[in-house]
């Protein structure tokens, strides 16, 4: 069974700030009363697009972690979704190399073989 997972190309360098990073849409309104909302599961902003309530029931499985504050799981769930774009950015080269734009197993297994960053992965999707 081979599984697939469709990659959006990377945004275009008119689309980036100097910083390199993608700049968030800026919505009608503005800010409320001038506040700033701080925290990271606010209505207003959603920094981390994994489900937080998932990744801390997934750190709480672990026998040695008995409480997780929301900011250890705000940093856990930012450095998965960073990871898991790298990981997806360099599979997209294979991918294109082989003139598809859907992601297959074999482009991930190529990645993580060639790219020594990855090599804790070698052998895990067996």
């Not at 360098?13 to 503005?30: F, I, M, N, Q, W």
């Not at 800010?31 to 750190?59: C, F, Y």
């Not at 930012?78 to 898991?84: D, G, N, P, Y």
């Amino acid at each position: 069974m081979a599984a697939a997972v469709a990659v959006s190309a990377p945004p275009a360098e008119s689309e980036l700030d100097r910083s390199g990073a993608e700049e968030e849409p800026r919505g009608d309104g503005g800010e409320e009363d001038g506040a700033q909302n701080s925290s990271p599961t606010g209505p207003h902003s959603r920094l981390a697009k994994l489900p937080l309530s998932r990744i801390k029931a997934l750190m709480k499985a672990d026998p040695d972690v008995s409480l997780a504050s929301q900011e250890s799981v705000f940093i856990i769930a930012k450095a998965t979704e960073l990871f898991v774009e790298m990981i997806a950015k360099d599979a997209l080269v294979y991918a294109q190399q082989g003139k598809r734009k859907t992601l297959q197993r074999k482009d991930l297994d190529n990645a993580i073989e060639a790219i020594d960053e990855f090599a804790f992965l070698e052998g895990t999707l067996d």
